[in-house]
């Protein structure tokens, strides 16, 4: 049984029509899974919106179509790319004694006391979520790995330090154990080195703006030093006649 609920009715419009259930505040979905052909339904906006914040893409959810119960986890939710509003959703119909997989946040705990931080460091997550394989019922909300231990600045987090609740297990066979979860780095190093980058490019901004102030050309359409270099031979050739 799931903490997250929602009530669906079976829907009767596609394509193009359902704009207009859209505009009347529903959310169309579509429900796979259930040996059957797809149910199409729609459900509220607001309530919708609320149970799908809730469940995430890790979290089941109980639903009824027409008083039909099924259990559920979020396959897709489709969002408009300018109102960023629920558009569409996808659910997959699962059974309480089948594993399934689901998508799981990764979770850093710990950081504050570790050795890394009183020093100053920053951690940078380089992965975010893990695709995990468990029964409904032992799906997590998300996947934790401790960060008390971190105190080099070369020191990681890896796939290996994932903390799996029991009968949860990663749902890619092949993904490496030493795949970064997360890393340090010194921002005062940063700074540093982003200063000097700095300082450097101007100083070759301000050598460019040199080089070009001497190929500036005399007013004769010669170069400052081929025109001294001019009025000198004109001298010799005045002394000569």
Not at 135 to 154: M, Q
Not at 161 to 185: H, N
């Amino acid at each position: 049984m799931s903490d997250n609920k929602l009530s669906l009715e079976k829907r009767t419009v596609s394509g193009k029509k359902v704009a207009k259930l859209r505009a009347d505040g529903f959310i169309p979905s579509v429900v796979y899974g259930d040996g059957n052909e797809p149910v199409l339904a729609q459900s509220a906006y607001n309530d919708t919106e609320k149970v799908l914040r809730a469940a995430g893409y890790h979290s089941t959810i109980d639903i009824t179509v027409d008083k039909k119960p099924y259990m559920v986890i979020v396959k897709d939710i489709a969002v408009d790319p300018v109102s960023r509003k629920i558009v569409n959703v996808e659910l997959q119909a699962v059974s309480a004694d089948k594993p399934v997989e689901a998508t799981t946040p990764i979770v850093i705990v710990g950081y504050e006391t570790s050795e890394a931080n009183k020093l100053h460091y920053v951690y940078t997550q380089a992965l975010e979520e893990i695709d995990v394989k468990a029964k409904p019922a032992d799906l997590p909300k998300e996947i934790t790995v401790d960060a008390s231990k971190l105190a080099d600045i070369d020191d990681k987090l890896t796939v290996a330090d994932l903390e799996l609740p029991a009968g949860v297990e990663l749902a890619d066979k092949e993904l490496s154990g030493d795949q970064v979860v997360a890393s340090l780095y010194d921002p005062a190093v940063v700074a540093a080195q982003r200063e000097a980058e700095e300082a450097a490019a101007k100083e070759a901004a301000a050598a460019g703006e040199t080089t070009e102030a001497a190929d500036v050309p005399s007013d004769n359409g010669s170069k400052p030093e081929e025109a001294a270099e001019g009025g000198e031979e004109a001298k010799s050739e005045e002394k000569s006649e």
